[in-house]
C-alpha cells in the first residue's frame, strides 16, 4: 500500500521525489565521509537512516514502472 501510494507521489510531484532522494544522497554521502573521516562507528548511523527509504523507492519505482508506465 505504502509503495503505491509514494509510486503515484512520484509521478504527481517529481521535483519533490527528487528533492527526497537528493537528500538521502546527501546524508549517505556525509555519513561515509565522516566515518572514513573520524573512524567513528557513530556515523554508521547515517546508513541505517537511509536503508528504509531506499528500499520503499525501490519497491515504488517498480510498481510505477509495472502499473503506472504510459508505454504500455
Not at 509521478?11 to 537528500?23: D, Q, R
Not at 548511523?45 to 528500499?55: D, E, K, N, T
Request: proline share 3%; hydrophobic share 55%; net charge positive.
Amino acid at each position: 500500500m505504502m509503495f503505491r501510494t509514494y509510486a503515484h507521489f512520484s509521478v504527481s510531484h517529481p521535483y519533490l521525489h527528487k528533492a527526497n532522494l537528493l537528500i538521502l544522497f546527501a546524508i549517505f554521502a556525509l555519513s561515509c565521509y565522516q566515518l572514513l573521516a573520524n573512524e567513528n562507528i557513530v556515523y554508521a548511523a547515517g546508513f541505517l537512516f537511509v536503508i528504509i527509504p531506499i528500499f520503499i523507492f525501490a519497491k515504488s519505482s517498480d510498481y510505477k514502472r509495472k502499473y503506472l508506465s504510459a508505454d504500455k
